[in-house]
C-alpha cells in the first residue's frame, strides 16, 4: 500500500472512501488520473473482483493509460478491469444482449461517414434538395436527438420551440430521422449515439438484465464527468442507483464541450440524485505558478454556475500574467514570434515547451506565416495546416484553374464542387478522351463532341455552366487584383452560399477560414502596395502561398515545434509556457454566445482551461485593430481580461511590450499555508485599464457575403477611413525623419528616413515589433503620433 503514501490528504481521502456515492471535484492539475488509479488499484486490494468493476472514459488512450498504472500496482488481474470508453464498453454488453432488443450478436457499427452516406441517400429518395437539407446539418440533428434520448415519434411528439425552429428550416427532418433509424434496424446497424440509445432501452425495458449488469458491477467509476451527455449520465444511474457505489470525477470549471451535447447540471447536480453523495475536492495545483493559479481563480469565480473550490499551488510565486496590447493581428504575430524567441534564447526553453492557443481555427494562419518567415518550427494540433484545409484546398485549386486551364488536379477537383451534377461517370468520359486524344481535361471541356465524350443535353448544359463560370474568372484575372479575384471567385462559384446552408459547427468554422483566406489576400495585396508595386495578380498570389503549401509537408515529428491549436483541443495538455491570443469581443468571448449568459459562462470556463494549461509563464494578446470579413475594423479588448484580479496581470503600456516580466517579482508574496488570502500587492501590478463593461448590450453580427465584383479600394494613406483606425496625415510633407507612426498592420514605429517625391515618395520606419519596413506613403495606411 506505499502508493497511498504518495497521495495528498484530499487525494487519500477521496481514494479511501468507498461506502457510498462520491464526487471528486479535480481542479486543473490536481492529480485527477492518479487518484482514479489509486482507488481502482485500493478497490482491488480491498477484495473487489476486476470484472466487477466499470470504469468509464472518455479516449481509449486515457483507458490504456489507467490499465497500465493499475496493473504496474496490483498486477497481472488489471487486465480483467471493465474499463474503456461509454462506446466500447457498452458495445461490449451489447452484442451479448442483441436480440433482447431486435438485433444480432454481430450486428453493424456505422462510423461517421457510414451514417453520413445513409443520410444522403435517404434525402435523394426522398427528392429533397441537398442545400436545403444538407446531410451534416441532418447528422448533426439526428445526433443531438439521440444524445437527449428522443426517439423519432418523440421528436414528432413534442411541442417545443426547438422542434418548431428544426420544422421551419427542415420540415421533412422527423420523417428521414424516422426512415434513418428504419434503414439502420433492417441493416443490423447501429451508430455510435445508438451505442448509448439502446444500452439504455436495454436496461429500460429489460429489468432483469440491467439487475444482472447492476449486480455484476459493485463500484462504477466515470472519469471526466463534466463531459457527460444526458445519455451517459443517464445509464449511470440506471446502472448505480440500487448499490449506489458509484465514483464521479472532473471539473465543472472545465465543461467547455456543449456544442458536443456534454451537460454541465450532470455534475452541478450529481449530489441531489443519490442518497448521503460525499463530495471531495483536489485543489492543489501542481502544474503552475502561484500566480497562474491565483489568476485563474479570480477568472472562474464570476461564474454563478459552479461548484465552489479555491485552487492554490505550492510552486513558486512565478512571474505574472502579461497582457500584451497589439496594434493589429499582424503585429500580434510578430510579438508572439519574437517572444518565443526572446524565451528560448534567455532561458533555454525547447520550441516544444511553447503553445499557441486561439479560439478559432482560422485564427492559425497569421501565426504559420510568421513562424515561418522566422524560421520557427510548428505543428497544428489535432488539425491541419491553414492551406491543407478542404475548403482552402478548393478555393486554392479554382484560383490554379483561373491561371492555368489546363491544370488537371484542380480541373478534377473542383469540377463538381459545389455539386452541379457532374459525376464520376462524365468526369470519367473527359479523362478518358483527354487521354485518347494528348490534351489536357479543359481542351475536352470546351468542345466534348469534338473529342468523341458522350453526353446527354442535360449533362452538356451542366458542364457548359462550368465552362461559363471558368471562363469570366479567365478573363477578369488581369482586370482585377488578387484580393479582388479572391472574393469574386469564392462568391460566384458558389462555395460561400454553400457553406452558408447552415449553423453546425463545422460549416461555421468552414466560413471563418474563408473568411480569413479573403483577409489574408487583403492584407498580402495591401503590403504589396505600400512596398511600391501596382500590379498584385492571382498569380503573385499563387507565387507566394505555393511556398507555404510545399512547407506543409514536412514530415520532420521528431525534431521540436511549437504547438499551435484551439483551446478545445488544449483541454488535459499541459506547457511551459502558454499564448493566449485573440482576446476581443466577438473573438474570444465568441459572437455566437453573447445573446445567452449561459454560454458566455462556457466562454469563460473556455478562457480558464487555457490560462490553467501554462507552467511557468503565461502571455494574453489581443488586437486593436483585426482584418474581418476582408476589412480591417476596431477590436475591443475581452471582457475576461477585465474578470482577472489586476494584482496577478502586468499591464503594460505600448511602449513597455518588449519589457521583461520577472522585474520586481520576486517582492510578490502569497502565503497559502497560514490561509492568509490578503496579497500584497506586487510593484508591478496595476489597476485594469480595461473600459468597465458592466453596461454592455450583446448584439447579433450578421457576416456579410462578399458583394459580386465588388471594387476594393486601394485606400491611400490620403484616404479617408471609419473613425479609430489609423489614418495619415492629409498633408504629408508634415511626416519627417523622427516622427512617431502609428501603421494599420504593423503598429508603432519610428520614422528614419525619407526619400522620394509626390507618388514616389517612400519612408523607412523601423517598427517595434515588425521590424524595418519601407513605405510607399501613397498607399500605406497609418497616423502620425508624435
Not at 350 to 365: E, K, M, P
Amino acid at each position: 500500500m506505499n502508493y497511498i503514501d504518495e497521495l495528498n490528504e484530499s487525494q487519500r481521502q477521496a481514494v479511501l472512501y468507498n461506502d457510498g456515492p462520491s464526487l471528486v471535484i479535480a481542479g486543473a492539475g490536481s492529480g485527477k488520473t492518479r487518484v482514479l488509479t489509486y482507488k481502482i488499484a485500493y478497490l482491488l486490494e480491498m477484495g473487489y473482483k476486476p470484472w466487477s468493476i466499470l470504469a468509464l472514459t472518455f479516449t481509449n488512450k486515457a483507458a490504456k493509460e489507467m490499465k497500465k498504472r493499475i496493473g504496474a500496482q496490483v498486477g497481472d488481474s488489471a487486465r480483467y478491469l471493465w474499463m474503456g470508453t461509454f462506446h466500447s464498453i457498452f458495445s461490449r454488453i451489447l452484442r451479448y444482449e442483441a436480440s433482447s432488443i431486435g438485433f444480432s450478436s454481430n450486428f453493424t457499427i456505422y462510423d461517421t461517414s457510414d451514417s453520413r452516406s445513409l443520410i444522403k441517400s435517404i434525402i435523394k429518395e426522398m427528392q429533397l434538395d441537398d442545400k436545403s437539407y444538407k446531410p451534416a446539418a441532418v447528422q448533426s440533428m439526428i445526433s443531438n436527438a439521440k444524445n437527449q434520448l428522443v426517439s423519432p415519434y418523440a421528436y414528432s411528439a413534442s411541442g417545443s420551440s426547438q422542434r418548431s425552429e428544426m420544422d421551419d428550416r427542415m420540415p421533412k427532418f422527423k420523417e428521414i430521422y424516422q426512415k434513418y433509424c428504419d434503414r439502420c434496424r433492417q441493416s443490423d446497424a447501429m451508430d455510435f449515439d445508438d451505442l448509448l440509445v439502446y444500452t439504455y432501452i436495454l436496461f429500460d425495458k429489460n429489468p432483469l438484465i440491467l439487475k444482472k449488469y447492476s449486480d455484476q458491477f459493485r463500484y462504477i467509476l466515470v472519469d471526466e464527468y463534466q463531459d457527460t451527455n444526458f445519455a451517459q449520465h443517464s445509464i449511470v444511474l440506471q446502472l448505480s442507483r440500487e448499490h449506489q457505489h458509484v465514483c464521479v470525477v472532473g471539473d465543472d470549471a472545465q465543461s467547455i464541450y456543449s456544442f458536443r451535447g456534454a451537460n454541465i447540471e450532470n455534475i452541478l447536480k450529481f449530489t441531489k440524485l443519490y442518497d448521503n453523495v460525499k463530495l471531495f475536492k483536489l485543489e492543489q495545483n501542481y502544474r503552475s505558478t502561484k500566480t497562474i493559479v491565483h489568476a485563474a481563480n479570480s477568472l472562474i469565480e464570476k461564474n454563478s454556475q459552479q461548484i465552489r473550490k479555491e485552487i492554490y499551488s505550492e510552486k513558486s510565486v512565478g512571474d505574472p500574467i502579461e497582457v500584451v496590447n497589439a496594434y493589429s493581428d499582424v503585429e500580434e504575430g510578430e510579438i508572439v514570434s519574437r517572444k518565443i524567441l526572446s524565451f528560448k534564447r534567455k532561458e533555454g526553453y525547447s520550441y516544444d515547451d511553447f503553445a499557441v492557443l486561439y479560439r478559432t481555427n482560422a485564427q492559425s494562419r497569421i501565426f504559420e506565416e510568421m513562424f515561418r518567415k522566422k524560421s520557427i518550427p510548428y505543428k497544428i494540433y489535432g488539425g491541419l495546416s491553414f492551406y491543407q484545409r478542404k475548403e482552402i484546398k478548393d478555393i486554392i485549386s479554382y484560383f490554379r484553374l483561373t491561371i492555368n486551364p489546363n491544370d488537371e488536379e484542380a480541373f478534377k477537383r473542383i469540377i463538381n464542387y459545389p455539386a452541379r451534377g457532374i459525376g464520376e461517370t462524365t468526369l470519367g468520359k473527359i479523362v478518358q478522351a483527354a487521354s485518347d486524344n494528348g490534351v489536357s481535361l479543359w481542351k475536352v471541356l470546351i468542345e466534348p463532341l469534338q473529342y468523341g465524350v458522350s453526353i446527354n443535353k442535360g449533362t452538356a448544359a451542366k458542364l457548359q455552366n462550368f465552362r461559363d463560370i471558368m471562363k469570366n474568372f479567365m478573363e477578369a484575372v488581369t482586370d482585377k487584383d488578387a484580393s479582388q479575384m479572391g472574393e469574386m471567385i469564392v462568391r460566384q462559384s458558389g462555395i460561400m452560399n454553400e457553406l452558408y446552408q447552415s449553423n453546425d459547427p463545422e460549416d461555421m468554422s468552414r466560413r471563418e477560414n474563408v473568411e480569413e483566406l479573403i483577409n489574408g489576400m487583403k492584407d498580402f495585396c495591401q503590403g504589396r502596395m505600400e512596398e511600391g508595386d501596382n500590379n498584385i495578380y492571382l498569380t503573385d498570389y499563387l507565387s507566394e502561398i505555393s511556398l507555404l503549401t510545399d512547407q506543409d509537408s514536412d514530415k520532420d515529428s521528431d525534431a521540436p515545434k511549437v504547438t499551435l491549436m484551439t483551446i478545445h483541443s488544449a483541454k488535459g495538455l499541459e506547457f511551459k509556457n502558454v499564448f493566449v491570443v485573440g482576446l476581443e469581443e466577438e473573438l474570444f468571448p465568441s459572437a455566437m454566445s453573447m445573446d445567452s449568459y449561459r454560454q458566455l459562462e462556457e466562454e469563460r470556463r473556455l478562457f480558464y482551461v487555457a490560462i490553467t494549461r501554462a507552467e511557468d509563464h503565461c502571455i494574453l494578446s489581443f488586437a486593436k485593430n483585426r482584418m474581418r470579413y476582408g476589412k480591417m475594423e476596431c477590436s475591443s479588448p475581452s471582457r475576461f481580461l477585465k474578470d482577472i484580479d489586476s494584482r496577478f496581470l502586468m499591464i503594460p503600456q505600448q511602449d513597455m511590450l518588449s519589457r521583461k516580466v520577472d522585474e520586481n517579482a520576486s517582492s510578490f508574496r502569497m502565503n497559502r499555508a497560514s490561509g492568509n488570502n490578503d496579497y500584497t500587492t506586487p510593484p508591478w501590478a496595476q489597476e485594469s485599464k480595461f473600459e468597465n463593461r458592466d453596461t454592455y448590450q450583446p448584439r447579433k453580427v450578421n457576416v456579410p457575403l462578399p458583394t459580386t465584383g465588388r471594387t476594393l479600394k486601394r485606400v491611400s494613406s490620403l484616404s479617408s477611413s471609419k473613425a479609430g483606425a489609423p489614418q495619415a496625415s492629409a498633408n504629408l510633407s508634415g511626416l519627417a525623419v523622427g516622427n512617431m507612426i502609428e501603421h494599420e498592420r504593423f503598429g508603432r514605429g519610428h520614422v528614419t528616413n525619407i526619400e522620394g517625391v509626390g507618388d514616389n515618395c517612400k519612408a523607412t520606419v523601423e517598427f517595434e515589433n515588425a521590424g524595418v519596413k519601407q513605405l510607399l506613403l501613397k498607399f500605406a495606411r497609418f497616423k502620425i503620433v508624435e
